[in-house]
C-alpha cells in the first residue's frame, strides 16, 4: 500500500483530552493525520468539560508518572505559545490529609525521589496561610508549588486549532462505527463513510471499548463522574493569587477543587464516588439528592467558607481500567494504538502521552512498560 493509496497517514479517534493532543503533535512532526470526532472539539460529553482540571508534579499515584508530567509542563507551555491562548496556571496546590496515609506519605516519598520540591504545612501554618480550609487534628498540607489548573476546553480547542493549521483534518460530527486492519492498511468505517489510514489511534475515551479486543474490553469501563461549584461572600478569598487547587483525603472522603475562574463559583467535587454507566450517550448528568447530600456535607467540614448547597452541578464520563493505569501502545503488535483509560486522572499529562505515542509512530521510542495495553 502506497502512501498516495490512504486517505491519511494517521487516523485519530476522538479529538477529546488524548485525540486533541495527539493530532497537534503528529501535524508538528509533518505527519499527515485524519481525525474522527462525533460530537466536534472541546464537547462536555466526554472527559473535558467542566472548565477546569488539576495539574500536580508532587504525585502520590507514583514515581514513575512524573517524568511524563515534567515532558506534559514544557508541552503545555508550548501549546500556549504556539496558539496564543492561556492555558495553565500554576497557582499551587495543596494535599490534605493524614501525614501516615498512604496518599500523604505515598506523596512525599515521590516528590523525594523524583526532586519535585514540596513544603509540608502543620494544621496552625494552613490556617495562617490558607485559612479557607478546615483541618482536623494531625492533619498536614503538602504544598506543591508549580501545581495548578488547566482550562480544559480551551486546550481542546488551542491544540485542534494549531493542529489544524498545520495541515491536521478534523472531521466533524462523524462517528466511527467500527475499525478493521486491512494488510499494511486500516479501514475506519464511520457514519460519513469508510476511510482507509496506515494506522490508527483510539482515543475515544468512554467509548473507547467498541474498539477494544476481549481481554482489554473486560479490563476497562466508563464511569460517570459528578463535578460541583459552589458559592461564597468571599471570592476574593478564592482567586488563584490566595486559593491554590486542593486534594483533601479525610478518612474514606476525597475532595479536591480549584480556585474561581469565573469570579462567582469555586468548584469543588470528588466527594461522590464514580460509578458504571452502561451507555456514555446516556449519562444522567444530573446529581441525585443523596449526592448532593454528601457533597454539600463535604464542603461544610472542609471548607467553611462556601456556602455547602452547590449552585451549580454537572457530570462527565471517563474511561476507567481495572488499576488505574492508562492503556498506551499497540495492540498486539498491528496497527492499532491504544491511548486511552486515563481513569479521571489524564488531562494532566494529555500533551506527554500525545508525545510518546506521536514519537512511536514515527519511528522513535514508545510508551513505557507500565502503560502498555499487553498487562492485561
Known amino acids: 500500500m502506497t502512501a498516495s493509496n490512504l486517505d491519511a497517514q494517521v487516523g485519530i479517534i476522538g479529538t477529546g483530552t ?3 493532543m495527539l493530532a497537534w503533535q503528529l501535524a508538528r512532526r509533518g505527519v499527515d493525520v485524519l481525525a474522527f470526532e462525533q460530537f466536534s ?3 462536555d460529553r466526554g472527559a473535558v468539560g467542566g472548565e477546569t482540571r488539576l495539574f500536580r508534579l508532587a504525585y502520590a499515584e507514583g514515581a514513575q508518572y512524573v517524568p511524563l508530567l515534567r515532558d506534559s ?6 501549546l500556549e505559545a504556539e496558539s496564543g491562548d492561556g492555558i495553565l496556571t500554576q497557582c499551587g496546590g495543596l494535599a490534605i490529609g493524614d501525614p501516615a496515609a498512604d496518599y500523604i506519605s505515598g506523596l512525599v516519598e515521590s516528590a523525594r525521589e523524583t526532586g519535585v520540591a514540596v513544603e509540608v504545612l502543620s494544621r496552625d501554618e494552613v490556617a495562617q496561610r ?3 480550609h478546615r483541618l482536623r487534628d494531625g492533619e498536614v498540607a503538602v504544598l506543591d508549588e508549580q501545581a495548578g489548573f488547566l482550562r480544559c476546553e480551551q486546550a481542546v480547542l488551542s491544540a485542534t486549532r494549531v493542529a489544524e493549521g498545520a495541515g491536521a483534518e478534523v472531521l466533524r460530527y462523524t462517528e466511527v462505527t467500527n475499525i478493521a486492519e486491512d494488510g499494511d492498511s486500516v479501514l475506519v468505517h464511520t457514519t460519513g463513510g469508510t476511510h482507509r489510514v496506515g494506522e490508527v489511534v483510539v482515543c475515544a475515551g468512554s467509548w473507547a471499548s467498541r474498539f477494544l479486543p476481549g481481554a482489554l474490553a473486560a479490563a476497562v ?3 460517570r463522574v459528578l463535578l460541583s461549584w459552589f458559592g461564597t461572600e468571599a471570592i476574593d478569598d478564592y482567586r488563584p493569587e490566595r486559593f491554590p487547587i486542593f486534594i483533601h483525603h479525610d478518612g474514606g472522603v476525597h475532595v479536591y477543587g480549584t480556585p474561581t475562574v469565573d469570579g462567582v463559583m469555586v468548584k469543588v ?6 460509578h458504571l454507566v452502561p451507555e456514555p450517550a446516556a449519562v444522567d448528568r444530573r446529581h441525585s439528592l443523596p449526592e448532593i447530600r454528601t457533597i454539600a456535607g463535604a464542603v461544610r467540614q472542609m471548607l467553611p467558607g462556601l456556602h455547602p448547597e452547590p449552585v451549580r452541578t454537572d457530570a462527565f464520563t471517563d474511561l476507567f481500567t481495572t488499576d488505574g493505569k492508562p492503556l498506551v ?3 498486539g503488535g498491528g496497527r492499532v494504538v491504544l491511548a486511552t483509560g486515563h481513569s479521571g486522572r489524564g488531562f494532566k499529562y494529555a500533551p506527554g502521552i500525545a508525545a510518546m505515542v506521536a514519537d512511536a509512530l514515527t519511528g522513535k521510542a514508545g510508551p513505557p512498560e507500565f502503560l502498555a495495553p499487553e498487562r492485561f
Open 18 to 20: 488524548i485525540g486533541s
Open 41 to 43: 472539539p472541546g464537547h
Open 73 to 78: 509542563l514544557r508541552l503545555w507551555r508550548e
Open 130 to 132: 490558607y485559612p479557607q
Open 221 to 223: 469501563e466508563p464511569r
Open 269 to 274: 467535587a470528588g466527594a461522590v464516588t464514580s
Open 329 to 331: 501502545g499497540r495492540i
